[in-house]
């Protein structure tokens, strides 16, 4: 039995992040119920086939009252709420917590802000790029001088953590006390929870500053840095200990630079200008050969590298097809569909493909029908236009 | 400390990032949270900050796993704890007698983590694997460079903190599963899994799937209304994506001559004549500082933000993060109180309350820890003379 197992989930995420969460919930077997409103951007966006995975979707119309009738019975059965309107448009059907404990106290209410509850920014447009340029995540040597535009959203995937983080451990809470609660997380908590290096103390500490990448965009580490090869294509070596950097070292036929004191041990580099002449001496080596002659070498020599890829060429990988990181499915909008697996494996149970993402409305009748509704009212609905299917 | 987790204890056995710092964040939950290092410390120690992040709320004590008499502390704690978090390469454990297999038959109700790189079998199963090569390969330095630059190594290690995240999401759902069925499990995650999340967005293949956005050969951002922007000063990002924000930004004082400009008059126009929109709007923000554009936007209700950079010396004065309680204080053992991030979730019905724990120093709580596990005072010091503990 998948671990969530009977779990249900009313999904009323508009973001990017509870989208992501959503999709975590799914994968472990919880049963989700999405209400999907009429133009939201996240349905254009090009992850939804991935990240909506997993649900059956009932579409109402926010402005109805009796659409917030509907989604009320919904939260009432439910046993987590997952509530995100931070990159939402127009009105949404996200009932307020209060107005639902009373009579449904084992509820868990999960709720996802730009920027958290309090503070002046707490009503402002919760944009993952707005978060990320806040919490200085675009802090980031590019090729240009200044900040650069980070493409990863990072403040979305951190908070699609917490939140899962969240709703377990209030699952754990309510399975001993038999109550549930209400639990929030943010963008702005997200940006600062892929950032713990951040510290403030009155005392001097350990250096601060960019670690192994420095100001440059390749990195700034000789053995743990991108290099460009022979044929254009890139190289990331990826030597951390002693060890491996002695076989890096070995394997580009610099020893006898080593007899230098300047340059250390190739990691600890006593100058920036020697270290600065390291890199330029591999990056002199590195453009001889093409990249598959480098990697052949270097899997000879047990030195770690990667090449920096496109995401599409990763499904392909030998590795992520043995892990079945890649799935087969049949999208009802887009047809036959390759996506991604599950983010972790319960041994228990490995889990399942929770399903394509559903068509806006794909499941209204059913789902209506399931809360009783009888098969004229599911019409009448949908004649007023609150439901469409 | 209370909170939801108040009474659950970890055995952190992992080192550097996508292991320890799964445990850290589950500490401001209230968990207890025991740091087992080597007696060479944790191999992140050294390097600058990051330790005091992914090992706050933590108990440490120093362990030589290599000795037998390691090994026997080790199961007693595994028979304490309900959970244990480990990242060694696949087949270390087994070496040092502290697998699951052994340690189930200790404690079956066990929750025995492991995170690897590329997962516990398959081809590179065995290879050393770090953030930088999965940065690499899943895509997320290619996307940085996008289509007009080289790819970009990310400061922000971001398939070890996705990886760290996910796995303490893992944990909470399989105490929640113990809690309900009453059985320990075995959870794998890896560095490989953190990278394809965070690229889930590309991570699919159908005919006819457009193309991913990607960064400008400026890499400010995807398009003229959702990128970043110089300033007299400094930068900004600016985010106009519906009619109701471009109307709001075309009010401002500044920018009313975009209104009446033909070639930006519908969504349609705008995304034809980017270019032209980028640079109109590239030098108009050229000619004043950074908060006077905020305040002026923002009395405006556009969607802005100040691209900061050295943000972790602005934080810990920063209104949002203080109100929000995200900013904690911590007593370190050589650096006295502390300031960092932490309690990114709120619960109403168990808030978690009471002193959290700094990142210990290596071994800090080493006699403390073995005393509760009733070793006496003697065995203790027998330990240390012969270099099992530290």
């Known amino acids: 039995m998948p671990v969530l197992s009977g779990i249900r989930v009313l999904d009323l995420a508009y973001g990017w992040s509870g989208a992501m969460a959503g999709m975590l919930l799914a994968d472990q077997g919880a049963e989700i119920v999405r209400v999907d409103l009429p133009n939201q951007p996240l349905r254009q966006h090009l992850g939804a086939h991935v990240w909506l995975r997993g649900r059956r979707s009932l579409q109402l119309d926010p402005n109805q009252p009796e659409s917030g009738e509907i989604v009320r019975k919904l939260a009432l059965r439910a046993d987590v709420l997952l509530a995100d309107a931070t990159m939402a448009k127009g009105a949404t059907v996200i009932p307020p917590y209060d107005e639902l404990a009373a009579d449904h106290p084992r509820l868990i209410y999960c709720l996802l802000t730009g920027y958290g509850e309090e503070g002046p920014l707490a009503e402002e447009y919760g944009h993952d790029h707005l978060v990320a340029a806040r919490t200085g995540v675009h802090d980031q040597p590019g090729w240009r001088e200044g900040p650069t535009y980070i493409s990863v959203p990072i403040p979305s995937l951190a908070t699609a953590g917490l939140a899962v983080q969240a709703i377990g451990a209030a699952l754990y809470v309510r399975e001993r006390t038999g109550r549930g609660q209400r639990v929030t997380t943010s963008l702005f908590a997200g940006g600062l929870a892929a950032q713990p290096g951040m510290v403030n103390s009155q005392r001097p500490m350990a250096e601060r500053g960019f670690g192994v990448v420095g100001r440059h965009p390749f990195g700034s580490s000789p053995f743990y840095r991108i290099y460009e090869c022979a044929d254009g294509r890139w190289l990331h070596f990826g030597c951390l200990t002693p060890r491996l950097i002695q076989n890096a070292i070995r394997a580009l036929e610099l020893r006898e630079l080593f007899t230098d004191p300047r340059f250390g041990d190739g990691r600890n580099i006593p100058t920036p200008e020697a270290r600065n002449e390291l890199i330029e001496i591999v990056t002199g080596i590195m453009r001889r050969q093409p990249y598959a002659e480098w990697a052949e070498l270097f899997e000879r020599e047990d030195v770690p590298y990667a090449p920096p890829q496109w995401t599409e060429d990763f499904m392909d990988d030998p590795q992520v097809r043995h892990l079945g990181l890649v799935v087969d499915a049949e999208d009802p909008e887009v047809g036959p569909i390759e996506l991604m697996g599950p983010t972790f494996f319960f041994r228990g149970d490995p889990g399942r493909f929770p399903g394509p993402t559903p068509l806006i409305g794909q499941h209204t009748r059913e789902v209506l029908e399931e809360l009783g509704y009888a098969s004229e009212d599911v019409d009448r609905l949908g004649k007023e236009g609150i439901i469409s299917s | ?390």
Request: hydrophobic letters at 40%; a negative charge.
């Open chain 2, 1 to 390: 400390m209370e909170g939801p987790l108040a009474g659950i204890k970890i055995l952190d056995m992992a080192q550097v990032i996508a292991g320890p710092y799964g445990p850290a964040l589950l500490s401001d939950l209230g968990a207890d949270v025991i740091k087992v290092e080597p007696t060479a410390g944790d191999s992140l120690r050294g390097l600058g900050t990051g330790s005091l992040g992914l090992n706050k709320g933590k108990r440490g004590i120093a362990i030589d796993l290599q000795k037998l008499e390691g090994r026997h502390i080790m199961h007693r704690f595994a028979a304490w704890a309900d959970v244990l978090v480990e990242n060694y390469r696949p087949g270390v454990v087994q070496r040092l007698g502290v697998d699951y297999e052994t340690l189930r038959r200790i404690n079956p109700r066990l929750i025995y983590v492991s995170v690897t790189a590329f997962g516990g079998t398959g081809p590179y199963a065995h290879r050393p694997g770090v953030d930088p090569l999965l940065q690499a390969m899943t895509g997320v330095e290619r996307a940085q460079g996008g289509r007009h630059n080289p790819p970009i190594f990310l400061r922000i290690a971001v398939c070890d903190y996705i990886t760290a995240i996910l796995q303490s999401s893992a944990i909470t759902l399989a105490l929640y599963h113990r809690e309900r069925t009453g059985a320990g499990q075995y959870v794998e995650t890896s560095l490989l899994q953190g990278g394809i999340f965070s690229n889930s967005e590309a991570f699919s293949r159908y005919t006819g799937r457009p193309e991913r956005p990607l960064p400008d050969a400026g890499q400010h951002g995807l398009d003229a209304l959702d990128r970043m922007y110089q300033t007299a000063d400094g930068w900004l990002f600016l985010v106009v994506d519906d009619e109701e924000h471009w109307l709001s930004l075309t009010a401002t004082a500044g920018f009313e001559a975009l209104a009446q400009d033909g070639r930006f008059a519908t969504a349609a126009l705008r995304a034809r004549h980017d270019a032209e929109l980028a640079k109109w709007l590239e030098e108009v923000f050229l000619r004043e500082e950074t908060e006077a554009w905020l305040e002026r936007l923002g009395a405006s209700k556009v969607p802005r933000a100040p691209v900061y950079q050295q943000y972790s010396q602005l934080l810990f004065n920063d209104v949002q993060a203080i109100l929000n309680g995200y900013v904690i204080r911590r007593d370190h053992a050589q650096l006295g109180e502390i300031e960092q991030p932490g309690n990114f979730i709120g619960f109403s019905e168990t808030p978690p309350r009471g002193e959290g724990l700094a990142a210990p120093v290596l071994g800090q709580h080493t006699d403390e820890i073995l005393r509760e596990f009733r070793y006496s005072e003697g065995e203790i010091a027998e330990l240390r003379e012969k270099g099992v503990v530290q």
